[in-house]
């Protein structure tokens, strides 16, 4: 049974950092493609980021390009987003997600992933 377990998420400044962690487990993950979600209250789960397991290539969404880092740690079995420069519109909960039968071009779309953690709230204030 796949399991995802965001941690890192906290209160931060503007412009302060933070780190969040998806730990896998019950899986071996190295043809899936990893994702980073996040959602506010009432709105869609958007797309923040996400990773080829195998390889490395990476995708972001035009918001973060440039301050948020996708990566990850094969040995650890661990997916880190890297969170530079925040901003208030960065609040949400965060969400990890796994494709396990990904395509050729890395979807944005909730609706391609099968597998979600619980969740972790990150809070930018102003």
């Known amino acids: 049974q796949v399991q995802l377990v965001e941690s890192g998420g906290g209160s931060v400044q503007a412009g302060g950092s933070l780190r969040l962690s998806c730990a896998a487990s019950?899986?071996?993950?190295?043809?899936?493609?990893m994702g980073w979600f996040r959602q506010v209250p009432g709105q869609e789960r958007e797309f923040v980021a996400a990773i080829r397991w195998s390889g490395g290539s990476t995708v972001y969404a035009d918001s973060v390009k440039g301050r948020l880092t996708i990566s990850r740690d094969n040995a650890k079995n661990t997916v880190y987003l890297q969170m530079n420069n925040l901003k208030p519109e960065d609040t949400g909960v965060y969400y990890c997600a796994a494709d396990r039968t990904p395509l050729t071009l890395i979807m944005r779309v909730a609706e391609r992933y099968d597998y979600w953690g619980q969740g972790t709230q990150v809070t930018v204030s102003s």
């Open positions: 019950g899986r071996t993950f190295g043809s899936y493609v």
